[in-house]
């Protein structure tokens, strides 16, 4: 199971399409919500600008967890994070909104979900 | 203490989100036939353009906080990345792109972003203005301590109240250079600005058939250790 957190509904589908089998949330207490029932995702793609609490709060929570820790996090922002190192919140990549294609998404999907 | 909330960053921020939406619903559209995929490819070049000039707003608007470093540059590789990037589009567009390097000096002082901004402004501005089927040209070549990259079109001339501004170094504002869609200037607008912070001069030269625009960058002096 791949996680997708986007609170733009289109945007989330895409990326859930593209993802192949994926569960949208539109924000990151749903998703939290989900991990606690049990379902821990092999892969999440993760919006930063989220409704609520945002990306980084979400990412905080993932890694205080040793059930979550290890996830691998694709951040999946309009922002531009370029400079910075995400690594110590297990993300593996950050895909821009701007040129993202699902070739890139279903790339990441079958080496870190498959 | 308050944090003033800037509108234009704010504005920037709302177009660009469903821009990027658009550009993933057409690229999701896979395995279409080749004239669905003419349009499709059309789509997502229409919307990388416009999340493109968003971004160059916001960048405009952040100039002033000098995030962007000045660093030696090579300004070739610079230059095949923007012609890269609009090739398909003067092809699509009937459009012919000649490219034309005769610079000895390989570095020259820049914001490698920024100078993308500039060359990449003054191009889809030449494919804009040239007719059908005519060619636009980049050059780059050497002019005494700088680096010269000029992009020629085959257009209407350039209204003399334009040509005063650019020459003058700084565009003030978008100036409209005709009456039809996408002729609002704002692609020199941001040229100009970009331009400007990288202490590099713009201008332009007015032709009977067209219109030279040109950004004179300094030459780096790491380029006499090669």
Same mark, same amino acid.
């Given at each position: 199971?791949?996680?997708v957190i986007d609170d733009d509904e289109i945007m989330a589908e895409c990326i859930a399409n593209a993802a192949g089998d994926a569960k949208v949330f539109s924000n990151a207490i749903e998703a939290m919500n989900e991990i606690v029932k049990g379902n821990i995702p092999k892969l999440i793609f993760l919006d930063i600008l989220l409704d609520g609490p945002d990306g ?39 895909? +821009? ?18 | 203490?308050?944090?003033?909330? *800037?509108?234009? $960053? ?25 004239? *669905? ?45 923007? #012609?890269?990037? $609009?090739?398909? /589009?003067?092809?699509? !567009?009937?459009?012919? $792109? ?26 889809? !501005? ?17 002019? !005494? *301590? ?13 209204? #003399? ?21 996408? +002729? ?31 950004? *004179? $960058? ?6 006499? /250790?090669?």
């Open positions: 199971m791949i996680f980084f709060t979400f990412l905080n929570e993932m890694i205080s967890y040793d059930d979550t820790a290890k996830i691998p996090v694709v951040i999946v922002t309009s922002l531009d994070l370029s400079d910075k190192d995400l690594s110590v919140y297990g993300v593996v990549k950050v895909l +821009s909104k701007d040129d993202m294609t699902p070739k890139d998404i279903r790339a990441l999907v079958k080496y870190y979900a498959k | 203490m308050d944090v003033e909330v *800037d509108g234009i $960053l704010v504005a920037a921020h709302e177009l660009k989100a469903p821009l990027a939406v658009l550009r993933q619903l057409a690229l999701s559209f896979e395995g279409v036939g080749a004239k *669905d995929e003419r349009i499709r490819d059309e789509m997502v070049s229409v919307s990388e353009r416009a999340i493109r000039q968003v971004n160059d707003l916001t960048k405009v608007r952040r100039l002033e906080d000098g995030l962007f470093v000045m660093e030696p540059v090579a300004v070739r590789p610079i230059c095949d990345d923007v #012609t890269r990037e $609009l090739m398909h /589009l003067f092809k699509y !567009n009937k459009r012919d $792109l000649s490219i034309k390097y005769s610079n000895r000096s390989q570095l020259v002082i820049a914001n490698r972003e920024l100078l993308h901004g500039v060359i990449y402004n003054f191009l889809l !501005n030449a494919m804009h203005y040239s007719g059908a089927e005519t060619r636009s040209e980049l050059m780059v070549k050497d002019k !005494n *301590d700088r680096v010269r990259v000029v992009v020629r079109d085959f257009g209407p001339e350039l209204p #003399t109240d334009v040509w005063r501004e650019m020459n003058r170094g700084f565009v003030e504002k978008p100036t409209s250079i005709a009456m039809r869609p996408g +002729s609002s200037g704002l692609g020199l607008f941001i040229a100009s600005k970009f331009s400007h912070y990288m202490n590099a001069e713009v201008g332009a030269i007015r032709h009977r058939d067209g219109t030279s625009f040109y950004v *004179d $960058l300094m030459k780096s002096k790491q380029a006499s /250790l090669f």
